[in-house]
């Protein structure tokens, strides 16, 4: 779209590099107009304090640098925010940039606002220090400190947010970039889950701009083109709907309202529509007096102009979590334009716009979170607090913490009636941990309206959900495809992360216990003292180092007696373990659906009936293979100590297993098709066909197939040798298919 692309500076910016910031009566006058009680010598303390600090201090635009945390301190008091916060906002930087300290801080203004800073100052480091590898990491230090005070959070975004509307002064294509992604994946998000709407929107906007400006200035220009088109049937709509409810009696004022850019983008992408689907171009905010009027005014427009079907919403009987209320619906004006109207009290409007700093409010001398007007804030950041605490990689978190922020959302109820928000498409089972993750970890069952449901239901507005429990805390690996939020899969997780350290202590403690006594050495030495020579820090940890494969019998040897010779350590060869009467551990069946600490090997695909042995596999505990692979051979000779496996009992009881072919197949028509066959009636099951390598009259191909136990797959595999159109086929040995090497 060659000369349509504006730059971020042309699509919407304004002000230049000396534009203009309150000056310090401004900014005390601005504060008072709310709060008339407001130390008026405090805050301007404070910005005599920063214009001092930052001194001769420049922005990239040219500006005095003091003029960033005024202009920080302007977009806070539009949140009506306390005194301290503005302070916060004033001197948020000083700590960072200048000579200040926080004890010179507290000093001079108080303790508190000493902790706001300091608080914003670590966040602004995060922010420094932060690649897309850290991400993770910076973000949940972020969230425990925000939790901590959530005005460190609203001062930090209007610090991102000043720092937006410059981010065109910024030369560097790249930090730009960067940024403008940090911000519309963490901040937006984290400012719509705090309810402050007007700070959310215009963060997203900006960094549409630096990340898709074709595709902002595409949305912008159909926006524009909409808006010539619709202009006169929306201003009737305006008249009309003024006109309707001045003449009812009912005091209310009207807004009207344009949807955003990157809304509009966001939605187009999301619904899979066009620009002319979209319902809610236009909206219209109807601000009464009372929740009365709010259902009277309602009443009046329904019976007026059609409604569409389905576009109803009481979010005033049922609020979102970040505590908006209103009602939704959308009518059909003349030349059948749609136009979404939001009724709600003024009361309502104020959440709406300011979010969490709307509850903030002046009583009895000082300013403190006012529990009137809604639950407390932080309750708004506990599912991301709640992922914190369940632990695991920085990187799982940043997954956790996206699906918890970016979706849409269901509202569900438990049976006593308490409300449960949810993301669009979520099941029973996010709905167990959003009410409690006792119940997840324990949930076997639902119920939803009062049958009983597999738990993969996708719940649906209104359901009401019981959760059935079996008092059991079991890890279901499968469950992760079928949560979608951040909290269920974090403490999915963490459950089995919990079984595999168990798994992995007890497989540790045989191998210690199975070296020690092929040693002679039970009862003589001292495990703590191994366990510090390794770094493994307690005897827990070394069991649970030996079990993940971390560290082998050999240096656990080694560290029992430092500068022992290896050739003293007894050995063992395949041929040792190939009886169930010697073999250290048991898998398959139960066994193995629950133990996570030996897995089973893809080379060779040991499936009951075969003889098998396990070798370390390095972090992941131990691989299972069958006796005979060429990897296991390998690994002896290369030094790992394996250890002695047999199949459970019932191993071939519990379910087919899957063993692998490797045949080389005459090129000609119908050969898949005549394999095919020959599998089919052994009764096997073709599950995935890979094709190894290609020749002019043969493919080498390999063929994973369902069978129930070893005696099974060579008889499958006699049927295969008898086609006319195979050369030779044998069992995968480890060797064969370099793409599945462990």
């Known amino acids: 779209m060659t000369g349509e692309t ?126 897309r590898s850290r991400q993770g990491e910076n973000l949940q230090k972020f969230v425990l400190a925000i939790t901590r005070d959530v005005r460190v959070l609203l001062v930090k975004l209007a610090d991102r947010l000043h720092n937006m509307r410059t981010l065109h002064h910024i030369q560097k294509s790249s930090k730009r970039i960067r940024i403008a992604r940090e911000t519309l994946e963490i901040y ?87 620009f002319n689907q979209l319902a809610d171009v236009y909206a219209f905010r109807i601000v009464v007096d009372k929740v009365q009027d709010c259902y009277a005014v309602l009443g009046l427009i329904h019976t007026s102009w059609r409604c569409v079907p389905d576009r109803f919403r009481d979010f005033i009987s049922v609020p979102k979590p970040n505590h908006y209320q209103s009602l939704h619906t959308t009518v059909i004006g003349k030349g059948n334009i749609r136009i979404e109207l939001q009724i709600r009290t003024k009361e ?39 992922i914190v605490e369940h632990g695991g990689d920085p990187d799982d978190f940043l997954e956790h913490a996206r699906l918890e922020m970016f979706q849409d959302q269901v509202f569900t109820f438990t049976p006593d009636g308490k409300l449960i928000a949810l993301p669009e498409g979520a099941t029973a089972i996010d709905f167990a941990y959003a009410v409690h993750t006792d119940i997840g970890d324990e949930c076997v069952g639902v119920r939803i309206n009062g049958r009983e449901r597999p738990l993969r239901t996708p719940l649906q507005n209104g359901d009401s959900v019981m959760i059935i429990r079996g008092g059991r805390k079991e890890p279901n690996p499968g469950w992760e495809s ?71 019998g050999g240096e656990f040897l080694n560290a029992l007696f430092p500068g022992r010779d290896r050739e003293a350590l007894k050995s063992f060869t395949a041929r040792e373990l190939i009886t169930d009467e010697t073999a250290d551990f048991y898998i398959g069946g139960e066994g193995l659906s629950r133990g996570v600490s030996i897995h089973l090997a893809k080379c060779c695909t040991p499936i009951p009936g075969d003889r098998i042995i396990a070798i370390p596999s390095k972090g992941r505990g131990f691989t299972a293979h069958v006796v005979d692979c060429e990897r296991v051979v390998a690994a002896i000779e290369a030094g790992a100590e394996p250890i002695n496996l047999s199949w459970r009992p019932h191993a071939t009881t519990e379910g087919a297993s899957v063993g692998r072919i490797v045949a080389t197949v005459i090129h000609r028509s119908g050969s898949l098709a005549e394999i095919a066959d020959a599998v089919g009636r052994a009764k096997g099951n073709i599950m995935d066909v890979k094709t190894l390598s290609r020749g002019e009259d043969f493919f080498d191909m390999s063929f994973d197939i369902e069978v129930l136990d070893a005696k099974h797959l060579w008889n499958i595999l006699a049927a295969i040798r008898a086609c006319a159109c195979v050369d030779s086929a044998d069992r995968a040995k480890g060797h064969e298919i370099e793409q599945d090497q462990e």
Not at 9 to 35: K, M, P, R
Request: aromatic fraction near 6%; proline fraction near 3%; charge should be positive.
């Open 6 to 131: 504006a730059s971020p500076t042309q699509a919407g910016y304004t002000g230049g590099i000396h534009s203009s910031f309150l000056t310090c009566d401004d900014l005390i006058e601005a504060v008072l107009a709310y709060d008339p009680d407001a130390d008026k010598e405090q805050l301007r303390l404070a910005y005599t304090y920063a214009k001092q600090k930052h001194g001769t201090q420049t922005r990239k635009s040219g500006e005095p640098y003091y003029a960033h945390p005024v202009n920080v301190a302007a977009i806070l008091i539009k949140l009506h925010l306390d005194s301290a916060s503005i302070i916060t906002g004033l001197l948020h930087d000083t700590v960072e940039d200048t000579d200040a300290t926080l004890a010179e801080i507290s000093d001079l203004f108080s303790p508190e606002i000493a902790d706001l800073v300091d608080g914003v100052t670590k966040l602004t480091q995060l922010e420094l220090k932060s690649t």
């Open 188 to 274: 937006a998000p984290l400012a719509r889950r705090i309810g402050v709407q007007k700070i959310c929107s215009e963060l997203e906007d900006l960094a549409f701009q630096f990340l898709d400006p074709q595709a902002y200035v595409t949305t912008t220009k159909r926006l524009q083109m909409v808006r010539e088109t619709h202009m006169k049937s929306v201003q009737q709509l305006s008249a009309d709907l003024t006109h309707l409810v001045m003449d009812s009696g009912l005091g209310a004022t009207i807004y009207g309202r344009e949807k955003r850019p990157y809304s509009i983008w966001r939605k187009l992408q999301q619904k899979n529509i066009t």
């Open 348 to 386: 309502m409007h104020r959440i709406a716009e300011q979010g969490v700093a709307a509850h903030w409010r002046y009583k009895q001398g000082e300013y403190s979170f006012d529990t009137d007007t809604g639950g407390n804030p932080i309750e708004l950041l506990k599912p991301l607090l709640e």
């Open 482 to 552: 079928m949560v979608v939020t951040g909290r269920a899969r974090s403490a999915i997780r963490r459950l089995i992360r919990q079984s595999d350290r168990k798994s992995f202590r007890q497989l540790g403690k045989r191998l210690v216990e199975r070296v020690l006594v092929s040693n002679d050495l039970v009862g003589k030495v001292k495990l703590g003292e191994a366990a510090k020579r390794l770094e493994a820090g307690t005897v827990n940890q070394l069991y649970i180092q030996m079990g993940r494969g971390l560290i082998s």
